[in-house]
């Protein structure tokens, strides 16, 4: 195992910062010119490795291709006034990370492995993280299974890798969402809860399906009743009725986001009510009517704070009042930014320095 956490690393010899753009930026499509990679293998993570981005090659047999021992994080990276780069909860990352390897069969990480390869990868591509109000660099942490071989099994060996990319903010505009009622994410007793890479496949369809419908995603209802509200896409959903922030209680169909937990931390801290409970789409759209319907947003990582501004059901279109300065969604997204960049004192302690 590991010894030291020396990391043996390989610069590039043609770094690609210099082309980069940041005006025109795709989400998650320029990639930073180092990554981290380490095997798993006999039982135990090998020599952890920062090499140049590039292609790799796997068996066609490989595992993770065939049955979909594949999990995934997101995080970020930010850099203050002053130029210092840090991360906003990094340990939330690894411990999640660890509860989606244990669903699928996979190694759990140990923390060292994962903190040093990750701050060693940042401060090596420390010019990648953009000090621009809004952009941050995106980090995507994944393992998948290696083995070339057809039995439906876990994999003997794995590999994790960290790849991170310089982002802006990932939506624009308020959405416009709708309920799905006919199709499911994931269900009660399934592998919601994870970031594992089935989920995501199986939720394009549907989404696609809305979107041409004109929507920009969809709220997900409980797989069981389809009545109760699960997330929206890949963030989790959040209403504010009456001057109550109300959330979908966590459960095994839902994934535990950690945006979602530092927006209720906050909303505790401004001694704003929080109820985790079952939400319907019902009470929703009766709030909509009668006017205690005050906010809808989902909370992501990529996303961070996504206002609301249409919610449809069979075919019809319930429209939410505008945000202004003093809606809780804007005051959270500005307070997370202001904690995130060292404008706002860090008194829960997320900020990892880089
Ligand atoms: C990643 C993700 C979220 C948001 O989690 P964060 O930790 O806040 O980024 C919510 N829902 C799904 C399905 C996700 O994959």
Redesign the pocket.
Known sequence: MLDTLTIRTQRTSASRLPELDLDHLEFGKVFSDHMFVVDFRNGEWQEPQIVPYGDMSVSPANSALHYGQSIFE??KAYKNEQGDIALFRPT??LH?LNASAERMCMPTLPEELFMQGLTQLIRLDAGWVPNVAGMSLYIRPFMFATDGMLGVRPSDTYRFMIITCPVAAFYNKPLRVRFEEKYV?SAEGGA?FA?NAG??GAAMYPTKLAQQEGYNQLIWTDASEHRYVE?S????AMFVIDGRLITPALSSS?????????VLQLAHDWDMPVEERKVSAREILEAQANGTLEEAFG????ATIAPISVIGQHGQDYTLPATSEASFSRRVAAELDAIRTGAAPDVHGWMVQV
């Open positions: 997101g995080m939330d990352n999640r994410r919601g970031k989920n995501y997330e896409g890949t963030m989790n839902i994934l535990d986001g950690i945006t979602r937990r530092s909370v992501g990582t990529a």
